[in-house]
């Protein structure tokens, strides 16, 4: 994630998924947090769509 860009295009991607609140992405961080409501969408999914994105994906610690 370069810019402001991506990370708009990665929290409306995950957003459209539904299920997600508070989703908050850093570009300059490279990080994305959200709360998830795994019942609506499991994190596999938001995973795989932010990687069909062209981006990596790693849980922090």
Do not use: H, W
Request: with cysteine; hydrophobic share 40%.
């Amino acid at each position: 994630m370069d810019c402001s860009s991506c990370a708009l295009k990665i929290e409306d991607a995950v957003q459209q998924l539904g299920g997600a609140e508070d989703i908050q992405v850093n570009f300059k961080m490279q990080v994305l947090g959200f709360r998830l409501d795994e019942a609506a969408t499991p994190r596999s999914t938001v995973e795989e769509k932010i990687r069909g994105l062209g981006y990596g994906v790693a849980p922090l610690a």
